[in-house]
């Protein structure tokens, strides 16, 4: 479990490296890829805080919460299409999520 902490420390490097990124103009495909990179440790921890809150309030709490925050990119990235008035891409990541949690969970 150490390996997996350094690994995620490592990683942070890139939330500061994406946004200094998208601000000096340094091209989309390297926002994209830093961003991607900087999101993996940030939601590994989000994981393990709503497991160690699911301990504290239960199951079914816990149950709720992880599901919200499982979700939460997708949310986010609905928000911002929805301000930009992409509804055709909000209507497929939508479907895109139900189909994969059928198919996966």
Known sequence: ???????????????????????LGWGELIVFITAGLAIIPLAGWMGQATEEIAVVLGPSWGGLLNATFGNATELIIALIALNE?????????????????????
């Open 85 to 105: 008035g992409l509804v055709n891409v909000v209507k497929s990541s939508i479907v895109g999520s139900i189909i994969s949690n059928l198919l996966l969970v």
């Open 1 to 23: 479990m150490l390996i997996k902490n350094l690994i995620f420390y490592g990683l942070l490097i890139f939330v500061p490296i994406s946004i200094a990124a998208e601000y």
